[in-house]
């Protein structure tokens, strides 16, 4: 089974600046990894997919990118709507599909 | 709006069974996989069962494989899982999601299950 690996754990980021998330995998899953963003309460909600696609609805200040094995999601610009945890999850090599451990971005 | 609903939760003893449903609206149920997802407290979500359109082609975590069965029946736009044998480590939040060129982009509010003595 594919392992994902999020670091760091925890993000402390003023409002406003700039986030940067890392996802590793175990192995390579070409471009088949999503990014996830969970609110206390809510389910995940997706924000990116291959890769780099925003989901519908998702705002331009998340990006994301890598290939191989090594993935990285950034937030431009922090928001207050942005503090929450963020989830990668590879869907390549299946079964099964396999969520990283996630980053919880709080505020500094 | 495209939705997703689960039901059937509960509290539930070791050993015991729970079936679980996810009742889909707005969209076409049989153009999608669905997939089961858990989330114990403060953990990240863990990937359950997948079945596939037609329900002739399911896949399951080793944790749940021989426990767990997932079936859907189109005709009522809802997904199913049948949990035997329970364990006190399957306690979660039990979503369901699905799955076409878009991994997982809508997602239930989610099930609990409680398995305690």
């Known amino acids: 089974d594919i392992v994902m690996t999020q670091s760091p754990a925890t993000l402390s980021v003023s409002p406003g600046e700039r986030a940067t998330l890392s996802c590793r995998a175990s192995?390579?899953?070409?471009?088949?990894l999503a990014w996830f963003q969970q609110k206390p309460g809510q389910p995940p909600r997706l924000l990116i997919y291959?890769?780099?696609t925003r989901a519908t609805g998702i705002p331009a200040r998340f990006s994301a990118s890598g290939s191989g094995t090594e993935f990285t999601l950034t937030i431009s610009s922090l928001q207050s709507d942005d503090f929450a945890v963020y989830f990668c999850?590879?869907?390549?090599?299946?079964?099964?599909?396999?969520f990283g451990q996630g980053t919880k971005v709080e505020i500094k | 709006e495209e939705q997703l609903m689960e039901s059937g939760g509960g509290l539930v003893q070791p050993g015991g069974s729970l079936r679980l449903s996810c009742a889909a609206s707005?969209?076409?149920?049989?153009?999608?996989?669905m997939h089961w997802v858990r989330q114990a407290p403060g953990k990240g979500p863990v990937w359950v069962s997948r079945?596939?359109?037609?329900?002739?082609?399911?896949t399951y975590a080793d944790s749940v494989k021989g426990r767990f069965t997932i079936s859907r029946d189109n005709a009522k736009n809802t997904v199913y899982l049948q949990m035997n044998s329970l364990r006190v480590e399957d306690t979660a939040i039990y979503y369901c999601?699905?799955?076409?060129?878009?991994?997982?982009?809508?997602w239930g509010q989610g099930t609990t299950v409680t398995v305690s003595s």
């Open positions: 999601t699905r799955d076409r060129s878009t991994p997982f982009d809508i």
């Open positions: 707005g969209f076409t149920f049989s153009g999608f996989w």
């Open positions: 079945i596939n359109y037609d329900g002739s082609n399911t």
């Open positions: 192995q390579r899953v070409n471009y088949n």
């Open positions: 291959r890769t780099s």
């Open positions: 999850l590879q869907y390549d090599n299946l079964p099964p599909w396999t």
